[in-house]
């Protein structure tokens, strides 16, 4: 078997997303044309993203934080291509 390498950006984005998963949030590529990403989250909040700016309207977020969010979009936005 090939033994892959996995960049560290790869595993939080991985990280990330199993905890959104849990968390029951979900994630809309919701301007496809724009860039923007939303997340709505089980209590109905929501936040967008922007992967290219590398922002996110949550908390962490607004604090200049790289948050969950921001890692899981941009390991969607390599899977997706
Ligand atoms: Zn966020």
Redesign the pocket.
């Given at each position: 078997m090939p033994k892959a390498k996995i960049s560290p950006d790869i595993r939080k984005g991985a990280e990330a997303l199993a905890t959104l998963a849990a968390e029951g949030t979900t994630l809309c590529n919701l301007w496809p044309t724009l860039g923007l990403w939303e997340?709505e989250k089980a209590d109905g909040r929501r936040?967008i993203?922007d992967p290219g700016e590398g922002t996110?309207?949550?908390p962490?977020?607004k604090h200049n934080h790289t948050?969950?969010?921001?890692r899981a979009v941009w390991l969607l936005e390599k899977v997706l291509g």
């Open positions: 997340v936040y993203i996110c309207t949550c962490a977020g948050c969950k969010h921001l």
